[in-house]
């Protein structure tokens, strides 16, 4: 049974950092992603990465900021977030593909699993 479960959600002020884990069971796959929505908005597309890690990508809008690795012996995708803004308040989500393409990543329905969400809260 594939599951993602993410951790590592809390209320943080502006300019702080903050480390999510997700921790990946079941099987592997070709490409991780983190996606967030804040209340009232869209599900956006945060940040992707391989299963081995060698390709990374991300939103413009946390570019610099945001980092995506892996830690391959621990199936767990990280997403290390610094500089945090308020305007970074939203429930994140991991999600896992089983084929990977860089053209596709940030499409939701390319996505084959989610986890169940952990919360961020950037005061401010």
């Known amino acids: 049974q594939v599951q993602l479960v993410e951790s590592g959600g809390g209320l943080v002020q502006a300019g702080d950092s903050l480390k999510l884990s997700c921790a990946v069971s079941?099987?592997?796959?070709?490409?991780l992603g983190w996606f967030r929505r804040a209340a009232g908005k869209e599900r956006e597309f945060v940040a992707a990465?391989?299963?081995?890690?060698?390709?990374?990508h991300f939103a413009d809008s946390v570019e610099g900021r945001f980092n995506v690795s892996r830690d391959n012996a621990m199936n767990t995708l990280y997403l290390q977030m610094t500089n945090l803004k308020p305007e970074d308040t939203a429930v994140y989500y991991c999600?896992?593909?089983?084929?990977?393409?860089?053209?596709?990543?940030?499409?939701?329905?390319?996505?084959?699993?989610w986890g169940q969400g952990t919360q961020v809260t950037v005061s401010s």
């Open positions: 079941g099987r592997t796959f070709s490409g």
């Open positions: 990465t391989t299963w081995t890690g060698d390709r990374t």
């Open positions: 999600a896992a593909s089983k084929f990977y393409n860089p053209s596709f990543v940030a499409l939701q329905r390319r996505y084959d699993y």
